[in-house]
């Protein structure tokens, strides 16, 4: 069962100068930030308490960022047991859930055709 909205990402230039401005300007605290290669790391920032985070996203790592929204995460206890309950009520899925360094996550789209991600 999906639990919260979990992040929202935003596509940025320089990851370190968009992390500056949220965490020194906006007064946010890094949440997460494991190196993902040479091009940048996952960067999760959020208020302090908050149960939704941004990420905030290298543009260079995300070749069609300029054709992507901001992405809605939703946190979930069980990938595979929601995907299996969403699934098995019509829901469309890109792809069987995947296993990465940050967790599980699946895509799934709503009618319009919009993606949206759980993630656990």
């Not at 639990?3 to 605290?29: H, L, M, N, P, S």
């Not at 040479?38 to 302090?48: F, H, M, Q, R, T």
């Amino acid at each position: 069962m999906i639990q919260k909205i979990a992040t929202v990402a935003i596509y940025v230039e320089d990851q370190q100068k968009a992390k500056t401005f949220w965490t020194e300007k906006v007064g946010f605290r890094v949440v997460r930030e494991t190196p993902m290669g040479p091009g940048g790391s996952w960067l999760e920032v959020a208020p302090p308490g908050a149960e939704s985070a941004l990420v905030i996203y290298p543009k260079s790592m995300m070749k069609n960022w300029a054709e992507l929204t901001p992405s809605i995460v939703f946190h979930c206890d069980d990938v595979e047991e929601t995907y299996n309950s969403m699934k098995a009520r019509g829901v469309e899925f890109e792809g069987e859930p995947q296993k990465m360094q940050w967790g599980t996550y699946a895509t799934f789209k709503d009618e319009d055709g919009h993606s949206f991600l759980l993630k656990g």
